[in-house]
């Protein structure tokens, strides 16, 4: 049974429950959530919404809350603030191990730092869409020397804040999204000795000097950029990475993917979203064929490469397992043929949008003797008949899913696997918080996880509605005929 402690700060009525983690939930009673026991805690996050005290006005008639007393809750509604970090810190203290902040407007840089002076054994923490600014962050930093992960978007107080000056001694990752002035946190990523992972996603500024401010010796493995003002000279500094994501940044070339790839020969993992910018091609990715033996996992979106490079992947890199092709113009018969007949370890393969035919999805019928899962979206030359012969090629033991003209090609739902390709292909490179799983970003499904042939479908039949209710209907007084 959960047991429920209530305290009373500030003449506001708080709770503290005992249950699982949460995030920041809106349009529910404030409350202080924690995670198993009440001392040996490890997560707690703040939800806000009506207060559940009865106000002296007049009550609501349209009231749908559960709680039985409810008079003018809107109005009553209080604002998660400072004094909410207060009674944290007071009632949790050195227990607090993660803490999620969402839309909490009110909090500033004092309360911020005055939880963090108690909360010494913070290990994960979350802001999101919050009004404080780097000083909240610094004092975090400076506070919590226990601190791995943090994951900042949306802070709307750096705009004038001045930088960061403080690392962090057992960072291990940080994500930065949709900030203005994200450059302030230059010296957390280029100081703190034991960042692996680095999240760098629609951050305004120029993120050069960052990048080549990163020491050579550092332990970066992983690194995501997306829709960044990033060029070769930012790519081009980086060593010894193992996973890399970069989409939608248009000022990057085969150059600087092929000096990454000199400098980093444990690469694993390659995304790369170009953007149809056609600025990364065959050459850069023949660089990382030569250098990146250890590559398990490519994918390619608005990429255009030709059998040239698919050669030199299947020849240099024998442990590739994992390999998407999405929206690029060159891969056609020929490069699938290239793939069927040379990527022997090749498990899972995702083809959206290119212009290969049956003709050469015909060849994987007897290549790739290791494939057990294939998926082919909105390829029109590709059809029903040609993933019946696939799939009836492996006798059943190959997944097949083939979005054929027709609509009917769909023959077996293959289930997402450790790395995600098959059931991923398409959109941005986006994670919400450090305790989603990192892996291959979701590139055909939604952060719902409901894949975007449904949104697609459901967008169409709502923008087919609204054209013809358009045509329909006429404004009042109109005397046009038709």
């Given amino acids: 049974m959960k047991t429920c402690l209530h305290a009373q700060h500030q003449g506001h009525n708080y709770r503290i429950v005992e249950g699982q983690e949460f995030c920041i939930v809106e349009g529910q009673e404030f409350s ?8 040996k805690d490890k997560s707690y996050a703040l939800s806000k919404g009506t207060s559940s005290a009865s106000s002296k006005g007049k009550s609501s008639a349209s009231s749908k809350s559960k709680s039985s007393a409810s008079s003018k809750g809107e109005e009553d509604a209080f604002i998660v603030g400072d004094p909410a970090l207060a009674l944290v810190a007071h009632r949790l203290g050195p227990g607090l191990r993660r803490l999620k902040l969402r839309s909490v407007r009110a909090v500033t840089d004092h309360g911020v730092a005055a939880l963090a002076a108690a909360a010494i054994n913070l290990r994960k923490l979350s802001v999101g869409s919050c009004t404080f600014g780097a000083k909240g962050i610094e004092a975090v930093l400076r506070s919590c020397p226990q601190l791995e992960e943090l994951s900042v978007k949306r802070l709307r107080g750096l705009a004038d804040s001045e930088p960061i000056t403080v690392s962090s001694p057992r960072l291990q990752s940080l994500a930065l999204k949709e900030l203005y002035n994200g450059q302030c946190f230059s010296c957390l990523i280029t100081c703190s000795p034991n960042l692996k992972t680095l999240k760098i996603i629609r951050c305004s500024g120029d993120w050069d000097p960052v990048l080549q401010a990163i020491p050579q010796g550092s332990l970066l493995a992983e690194l995501h950029l997306e829709k960044l003002q990033v060029s070769d000279l930012g790519v081009a500094a980086l060593c010894g990475l193992e996973v890399l994501y970069l989409a939608k940044a248009p000022e990057v070339t085969d150059v600087g993917l092929a000096a990454l790839a000199t400098k980093s020969p444990r690469l694993r993992k390659l995304h790369v979203d170009g953007w149809k910018a056609n600025r990364i091609g065959d050459r850069g990715l023949a660089t990382v064929a030569q250098k990146c033996a250890a ?6 979106i608005g990429v255009n490469l030709t059998s040239a490079s698919l050669e030199l992947i299947a020849a240099n890199c024998p442990t590739l397992e994992r390999l998407a092709l999405c929206g690029s113009d060159t ?3 020929a490069e699938i043929s290239c793939v069927a007949t040379k990527c022997a370890s090749l498990r899972k393969l995702c083809i959206k949008a290119c ?3 049956d003709a050469g999805m015909d060849k994987l019928a007897a290549g790739c003797p290791r494939l ?20 009836a090629s492996r006798h059943g033991a190959l997944a ?3 979005d054929t003209p027709g609509g009917a090609g769909e023959l077996q739902d293959a289930s997402v696997d450790e790395s995600g390709v098959l059931e991923n292909a398409g959109s941005d490179v986006v994670q919400d918080d450090f305790d989603d799983q990192i892996g291959v970003p979701d590139l055909l499904c939604g952060t719902s996880g409901r894949p975007s042939g449904w949104k697609a479908r459901i967008v169409a039949l709502i923008s087919r509605s609204l054209s013809v209710s358009m045509f329909r209907r006429r404004p009042r007084g109109s005397s046009h005929n038709s």
Avoid: M
């Fill in 400 to 402: 097949v899913n083939f």
């Fill in 331 to 333: 891969f056609g018969d």
């Fill in 32 to 39: 202080i959530i924690q995670g198993q026991e009440f001392c």
């Fill in 295 to 300: 590559l398990q996992e490519l994918v390619l």
């Fill in 355 to 357: 212009p290969v035919s």
């Fill in 372 to 391: 057990v899962k294939v998926k082919v979206k909105k390829c029109r030359r590709v059809t029903f008949e040609c993933a019946e012969r696939l799939r």
